[in-house]
């Protein structure tokens, strides 16, 4: 009974650290660094709104973090050499158990926005879907070096 809490307080840690981790690609979310930059604003209409995915992060947080809990779950199980061999597996198993969560947990709803500029140009930006958009709606492109975002 004390393994089956141990391994579920290890995994909710380890959701709750990826989940931090995590950055944001929000057209309401700026960089520390983007603070107090001139932007670039262009100004157009919404021409199509597409729901896509923005995949998760996959730094090596999830497949270290999910190799510990294996190794440590494996380890329990059966002993002498039959418990190192147990544990080597767990640890691999939740190296890539471990990686698969961080990508899930972290991966995020977006839009693919189309805008079609004043001057007649159509340019797509894609960020989170936290701001609603429809196809007519006037809004504002603010452009920082290779970033844009969408905002009304």
């Known amino acids: 009974m004390k393994l089956r809490t141990l391994k579920w307080v290890?995994?909710?840690?380890?959701?709750?650290f990826l989940g931090a981790c995590a950055s944001s690609n929000s057209g309401s979310v700026?960089?520390?660094?983007?603070?107090?930059?001139?932007?670039?604003?262009?100004?157009?209409?919404?021409?199509?709104?597409?729901?896509v995915?923005?995949?998760?992060?996959?730094?090596?947080?999830?497949?270290v973090a999910g190799g510990a809990v294996g190794g440590i779950a494996g380890s329990t199980i059966g002993g002498g050499r039959g418990s190192i061999i147990a544990a080597v597996i767990?640890?691999?198993?939740?190296?890539?158990?471990?990686?698969?969560?961080?990508?899930g947990v972290t991966r995020k709803n977006a839009y693919e926005i189309?805008?079609?500029?004043?001057?007649?140009n159509l340019v797509s930006i894609v960020q989170e879907a936290?701001?609603?958009?429809?196809?007519?709606?006037?809004?504002?492109?603010?452009?920082?070096g290779s970033t844009s975002r969408v905002s009304h």
């Open 114 to 120: 189309t805008v079609k500029l004043d001057g007649g």
């Open 130 to 144: 936290d701001e609603q958009f429809a196809p007519g709606d006037r809004v504002r492109i603010v452009e920082n």
């Open 30 to 51: 700026y960089s520390r660094d983007e603070a107090r930059k001139t932007q670039t604003v262009k100004t157009g209409v919404v021409e199509s709104v597409r729901s």
């Open 90 to 103: 767990g640890a691999v198993a939740g190296g890539l158990a471990g990686s698969a969560i961080e990508e």
């Open 10 to 16: 290890a995994l909710v840690v380890m959701v709750g």
């Open 53 to 63: 995915k923005l995949e998760g992060t996959k730094s090596p947080v999830g497949t």
